[in-house]
């Protein structure tokens, strides 16, 4: 069945349209908005669900643009019909005239109720999971193979100022470096990081898998199983102490080490995921023995940075929420902007982490990094870049990389600016506005780009982490990523309840009610989130719609109704004892763990509970959820 054809998409952005009409009817009239609706029916019946996927969005990044200053809104270079004597759209341009001026320029006193509504409407489908083609695929490859070849002599040029900073003779050769701000911001970051890292251990991880593929194929209980493990890793981390329960496993499997232990260079494997109506996303697979170190090294790194009272307030790795904060002050007030780093992971490379980090653990972050991958074409490809996406240590490093770069060489150009002005989680970063042009040209010099059409260093739009902000209020839209299923399907289930009860939260009533009806008539009567149920529920639910079959739970005392229930599919696999062991100590680390009671005053360790037990045998797919009736 075509996905694509399995929902009539535009009742979806009909309904949103006529909520559009109700909240704005002081500048939308009941004869306006039928015009509106004739046209989008028109333009979706003719070019498809692409108008709702592409079109309505370039509009909508042309209205961001025109928030941040950028550049004016011109609907003439979208291909869409213009007011008369007017840049903007004649779709919805009556809520455009109360944001832009007929030039396409931002008012002074825009209405930032309009700007959420467009954006809204903009952005609705940008986001919806649809099969891509072949040429997608080519194009996401060969901007791969592309930034590969771009930051080649980066990386080597990078390396050349490494080793002159380790050189015994720096000191004379650092002068030859130009420019002489350069100069400054790298021994500024170099010693930034070696304080970072100065009570730091790589060695005392907890090695583990990761959720992932791996490019050697083990799944499940055959990632115990070691097969090949390069001898660049055990020389960092012997294969007794991490690769293997105790001694006595390793006693007991003795006879495999001089097979497991090789010499031969594993490579990772490029694999393409679906991402959106965009095209698809590039993932790399680690080989097994890598993932299994880089994941234990990742996760003490986020551990240390997170808690190093040099980092703890500006990076992040698991809290995007001052990042969010610092996108809404700085919409309200101009003070902060908001950076976007283009292929930020592909860019950070070899030759910059040598630059950087200290020598007490990069060896061991060179140590456990793949070399080379292979293509879906079939082709092997060395990399210049530290780690591509799907490495445990690509955030990690890139983040680490680009916070002590901009806040060393901001302080090399002579700008006042402490540790917590810069905010860094991944690839999204936040400065200070007057910085903002300066921090860009540190971090092209050091061959990391910035999208500028993405970047908001003016006016009062800024977008971070999720957040997309606008004079101090949240302008974030509702996007509908997953497609929508003719018969029952778990994730269906869950994201459209969610979606439904996030249009409710925003005042789309229209729009909450066309979805609802659509769920009922296929799953049947839905929980109200009043109900108290702990199954997936909505937010508002009319008497017509409510649970019929119900019970009364004698032991529990209280009433309960047969709903269904979406749970993570789950399979029970033997491994021998050791293998299971030594499952139980890399995962059990983070899965069982006390939950202290919130009025425990901290004297007694044990008050609490603990979270549903481990089980070492069971195995848990990945996004492959299962549906059940229940009673709740």
């Known amino acids: 069945m075509d996905p694509v054809k399995s929902l009539d998409y535009y009742k979806v952005i009909a309904a949103l349209l006529c909520d559009v009409q109700m909240l704005h009817s002081n500048v939308i009239t009941s004869s306006t908005l039928a015009k509106t609706l004739e046209r989008v029916e028109h333009r979706v019946a003719t070019e498809g669900i692409g108008f709702l996927t592409k079109t309505l969005p370039r509009l909508g990044k042309a209205l961001d643009k025109a928030l941040s200053e950028i550049e004016p809104l011109d609907a003439e270079k979208l291909a869409l019909t213009c007011l008369p004597d007017s840049k903007l759209p004649l779709f919805l341009g009556e809520l455009f005239q109360q944001v832009l001026s007929k030039d396409g320029v931002v008012l002074p006193c825009a209405d930032v109720i309009s700007v959420k509504t467009l954006r809204q409407v903009c952005y609705l489908f940008y986001k919806l999971e649809l099969p891509y083609d072949s040429k997608d695929e080519q194009d996401v490859i060969e901007s791969f193979e592309r930034t590969e070849d771009e930051i080649q002599k980066t990386s080597e040029d990078l390396s050349k100022v490494a080793e002159v900073f380790a050189s015994p003779n720096s000191i004379e050769l650092i002068p030859t470096i130009k420019p002489v701000w350069a100069q400054n911001a790298i021994r500024e970051a170099r010693l930034t990081l070696n304080r970072v890292f100065q009570t730091f251990d790589p060695l005392d991880i907890y090695p583990r898998h990761g959720p992932g593929a791996v490019s050697t194929r083990e799944q499940l209980q055959g990632k115990y199983t070691w097969t090949s493990i390069p001898k660049r890793i055990t020389d960092l981390y012997p294969i007794d102490a991490y690769f293997y329960a105790s001694l006595g496993h390793v006693c007991d499997e003795f006879s495999d080490l001089q097979k497991v232990r090789d010499d031969q260079e594993l490579l990772a494997r490029v694999c393409l995921v679906p991402k959106d ?356």
């Not at 293509?375 to 240590?393: D, Q, T, V, Y």
């Not at 979606?499 to 929980?527: M, Q």
Request: aromatic share 10%; net charge positive; proline share 5%.
């Open 277 to 632: 109506s965009r095209g698809p996303r590039l993932i790399s697979c680690e080989p097994l023995a890598f993932q299994w170190i880089q994941q234990g090294l990742s996760q003490a790194i986020v551990k240390h940075v997170e808690r190093h009272h040099l980092t703890r307030w500006s990076v992040r790795f698991t809290n995007q929420q001052p990042n969010q904060f610092a996108a809404v002050q700085g919409s309200k007030h101009g003070r902060y902007a908001t950076l976007d780093l283009k292929e930020a992971s592909d860019r950070v490379s070899v030759g910059l982490v040598q630059l950087l980090f200290p020598d007490t653990v990069l060896p061991y972050l060179l140590g456990c990094r793949s070399l080379g991958t292979k293509l879906p074409n079939g082709r092997e490809l060395i990399l210049h870049k530290f780690a591509p996406m799907g490495s445990a240590l690509c955030f990690p490093v890139l983040a680490l990389s680009v916070w002590s770069l901009l806040v060393s060489g901001l302080r090399a150009l002579g700008a006042h600016i402490e540790n917590e002005d810069v905010f860094v989680y991944g690839d999204d970063v936040i400065v200070p506005t007057e910085l903002a042009e300066h921090a860009m040209i540190i971090l092209k010099s050091f061959g990391l780009k910035v999208n500028r059409d993405k970047s908001c260093t003016k006016g009062f739009f800024r977008e971070s982490c999720g957040m997309d902000a606008y004079k101090g209020i949240s302008v974030t839209p509702v996007r509908i990523r997953t497609v929508w299923s003719k018969s029952p399907c778990p994730d269906a289930f869950v994201s459209w309840i969610s979606y439904a009860n996030s249009f409710h939260e925003r005042g789309y009533y229209k729009l909450y009610d066309l979805i609802v009806s659509w769920l009922t008539a296929l799953y049947g009567a839905i929980p109200g989130k009043a109900c108290g149920k702990s199954a997936p529920s909505l937010v508002d639910v009319s008497l017509g719609c409510r649970c019929t079959r119900t019970r009364t739970n004698h032991d529990l005392q209280k009433r309960e109704c047969l709903i269904w229930d979406v749970t993570p599919r789950k399979v029970t696999r033997e491994i021998n004892g050791w293998k299971m062991l030594l499952r139980f100590f890399s995962e059990a680390n983070s899965k069982y763990e006390l939950q202290r009671h919130p009025k425990n005053d901290g004297n007694n360790p044990f008050a609490g509970a603990f979270n549903e037990p481990f089980r070492v045998r069971e195995y848990t797919f990945r996004k492959r959820n299962k549906m059940r009736r229940c009673w709740r």
